[in-house]
């Protein structure tokens, strides 16, 4: 079992950054490729970026590409999304993912779930 917390999410003015982890614990994280979704209201969950267990590949959706990053840190458990350049439309409860299988994760599912975090982009 793994249990997934995100943290960092909050209210940021469009063109700004905001940074959201997501710890893991009850199992090392370098088992599992790990991905970050997203839910507006009123809209379905979407894969927004996704990384492979050691970090050696990524996947980005159109939306976000060239304005977020996901990056990992196994020592310490933790997967990270830099967001840049934030605009309304980004404005989403973000959930991370955990899935031993990459293309479960690129099919937008997932074993483990965090419980999400809000990040509202003013405009």
């Known amino acids: 079992q793994v249990q997934l917390v995100e943290y960092g999410g909050g209210l940021v003015q469009a063109g700004g950054s905001l940074r959201v982890s997501c710890v893991a614990s009850?199992?090392?994280?370098?088992?599992?490729?790990m991905g970050w979704f997203r839910q507006a209201p009123g809209k379905e969950r979407e894969l927004i970026a996704a990384?492979?267990?050691?970090?050696?590949?990524?996947y980005y959706s159109d939306p976000v590409k060239g304005r977020f990053t996901i990056s990992r840190d196994n020592n310490k458990n933790t997967v990270y999304l830099q967001m840049n350049s934030l605009k309304p439309e980004d404005t989403a409860v973000y959930y991370c993912?955990?899935?031993?299988?990459?293309?479960?994760?690129?099919?937008?599912?997932?074993?483990?779930w965090g419980q999400g975090t809000q990040v509202t982009v003013s405009s």
């Open positions: 990384i492979t267990l050691l970090g050696g590949s990524t």
């Open positions: 993912a955990a899935d031993p299988r990459w293309d479960k994760l690129l099919s937008r599912s997932g074993d483990y």
């Open positions: 009850g199992r090392t994280l370098r088992s599992y490729n």
